[in-house]
């Protein structure tokens, strides 16, 4: 494993990771779960296994997967990487909620003891670093909410889970489609709520050069503050908002996406969107190179540097991209290209909130990164 020159960042106990870890997500392919697209594009697994294997001879060591990516598909390919690594050189971060079989919650204690076994026989591991809750949803009135608590604490005494997670505000993917705005939860005071209920060790939250603050509780401070004074750990995943802000994709051929691809259901995939993209990127590309690996390192390292004690996660489809974004990342920004590649992602976020709804076909919920 190669030693990364940057500073180390906190999971759970010492500040021993590599800032950049590795989402894999994208590596689990199609799938659909709650009538809905929430998976990626096919991804030959033999080029999966070897970015996984290229990340870790490189430094990473958290990776980051979940029950629901590929219904499994995603963890059994991190089965391969840990066959090949020791189990102690990283650290494996799972969630559990999205996925209900046939249960009436996915956080019926059943459930979740299944779900927790069925990633650790996926991932060929006995334990796992981190579990998280994948959404809040834990019934009418929080029905299952403090058996499901309970269900986790017991896992973590026993050793089976080192830490308990949760996400940052978020909407619930279903709600989106089955509940107008007036009807829907705030995110952020849910957020706080359950926050105090499951105190989590590591808080995961979507953060991007697009992203706006995000501000939480009383004091009025931004989530990754909020998190730190309460001495958790912070994940932030999507940087490159699912790979929109490597502007790789053509507004005047806009992608076609199969069954069981998430980014059929955003509106920022189709033509109007894309094109305002790639006009709003074209200031990065002539000051820090024209590929689509050139604006994907500038997002990551400002993504690195606005939030210095987070672990930045990225995904990935091959090994080269594995190995260009951990190579770009050693480099920190000036700060006067911070402050330029600032700007420029400001402007462009004007222009995306004018445009409307992220989610396709969302009835009414604002834009959410």
Same mark, same amino acid.
């Given at each position: +494993? ?6 180390? /960042?906190?999971?759970?106990?010492? =500040? !021993?990771?590599? $800032?950049?870890?590795?989402?894999? =997500? *994208?590596?689990?392919?199609? @799938? ?7 998976? =990626? ?39 391969? +990487? ?67 608590? %309970? ?14 997670? +949760? /996400? ?15 009807? /829907? ?9 359950? &926050?105090?209920?499951?105190? $989590?060790? #590591? ?17 009025? %401070?931004?989530?990754?503050?909020? @998190?730190?004074?309460?001495? #958790? ?5 999507? *940087? ?27 509106? =920022? &995939? ?15 590309? %002539?000051?820090?190179? *024209? ?7 500038? @997002? ?18 091959? *090994? !080269? ?24 992602? %400001? ?23």
């Amino acid at each position: +494993m190669t030693a990364s020159p940057l500073p180390q /960042r906190r999971l759970i106990g010492k =500040w !021993d990771e590599h $800032p950049l870890g590795v989402g894999c =997500w *994208p590596v689990g392919g199609p @799938a659909s779960n709650l009538n809905l697209a929430m998976g =990626w594009a096919p991804v030959e697994e033999n080029a999966a296994v070897d970015g996984l294997l290229k990340a870790h001879a490189m430094g990473a060591t958290v990776f980051d997967t979940a029950d629901v990516y590929g219904l499994g598909h995603s963890q059994r390919l991190l089965r391969k +990487m840990l066959a090949q690594v020791p189990r102690d050189s990283v650290r494996i971060t799972s969630k559990i909620g999205y996925f209900r079989g046939t249960g009436p919650n996915a956080y019926t204690p059943l459930n979740v003891h299944h779900q927790v076994q069925q990633s650790l026989e996926n991932l060929g591991t006995d334990y796992l670093d981190v579990l998280s809750l994948h959404n809040t949803d834990f019934g009418p009135r929080d029905d299952y909410l403090e058996d499901a608590l %309970e269900t986790l604490r017991a896992l973590r005494r026993i050793g089976t889970v080192k830490a308990i997670g +949760m /996400r940052g505000p978020h909407r619930l993917a279903t709600d989106r489609y089955t509940l107008d705005q007036a009807d /829907r939860e705030n995110k952020r005071d849910r957020f706080v709520y359950l &926050f105090d209920r499951v105190k $989590p060790e #590591v808080v995961f939250t979507r953060y991007s050069p697009l992203t706006p603050d995000v501000m939480l509780g009383e004091e009025d %401070e931004d989530i990754l503050s909020f @998190a730190a004074r309460r001495g #958790v750990a912070t994940v932030i995943y999507k *940087p490159l908002v699912q790979g929109l802000l490597t502007g790789k994709y053509d507004p005047d051929a806009p992608p076609v996406f199969g069954a069981g691809d998430i980014r059929s259901r955003k509106s =920022w &995939f189709t033509q109007p969107a894309l094109a305002v993209i790639h006009r709003g990127l074209q200031p990065l590309r %002539e000051r820090f190179g *024209p590929s689509a690996q050139d604006l994907a390192s500038v @997002a990551l390292r400002y993504c690195l540097q606005r939030c210095p004690d987070s672990i930045v996660l990225t995904g990935f489809t091959s *090994p !080269d991209q594995i190995e260009a974004n951990y190579a770009a990342v050693n480099e920190p920004l000036t700060p006067q290209d911070s402050a330029f590649a600032r700007e420029t992602y %400001e402007a462009l976020r004007t222009e995306l909130d004018g445009l409307g709804e992220f989610v396709l076909d969302e009835t009414s919920a604002k834009v959410d990164l």
